[in-house]
């Protein structure tokens, strides 16, 4: 499977973007997605997660309520929406797949991801 993460930018704080990561190549089978994000020096993370069905979602304490993970199984795409940014949410970010069929569980460890995406930067000036 091929990820390819898109949809990042410049924004100003309490702005919005929404991130897309499309999936290719073995889309026949099914998988879990998690976006994960990195600022420059710092580990990076899981910020959201949602499983095959769309049916369990997680989201980082730092961006609940604000962040929202969905999927369209159809297009083989999960998006990030990502509303009220913060200068702190400035980071690349990554999206990752989990294959097999999973049923209604996400992941949010690193490691529990067999591909990752390319990243794609987002930054939120204050």
């Known amino acids: 499977v091929q990820l390819q993460a898109s949809g990042g930018g410049l924004v100003q704080a309490g702005g919005s973007l929404r991130l897309s990561c499309a999936a290719s190549?073995?889309?026949?089978?099914?998988?879990?997605v998690g976006w994960f994000r990195q600022a420059p020096g710092k580990e990076r993370h899981i910020v959201a997660a949602?499983?095959?069905?769309?049916?369990?979602?997680y989201y980082a304490d730092s961006v609940k309520g604000r962040f929202t993970i969905s999927r369209d199984n159809a297009k083989n795409t999960v998006y990030l929406q990502m509303n009220s940014l913060k200068p702190e949410d400035t980071a690349v970010y990554y999206c990752?797949?989990?294959?097999?069929?999973?049923?209604?569980?996400?992941?949010?460890?690193?490691?529990?991801?067999?591909?990752w995406g390319q990243g794609t930067q987002v930054t939120v000036s204050s």
């Open positions: 949602i499983s095959w069905n769309g049916g369990s979602t």
């Open positions: 990752a797949a989990r294959l097999g069929y999973t049923g209604n569980t996400y992941y949010t460890e690193k490691y529990e991801y067999d591909y």
């Open positions: 190549g073995r889309t026949s089978r099914r998988y879990a």
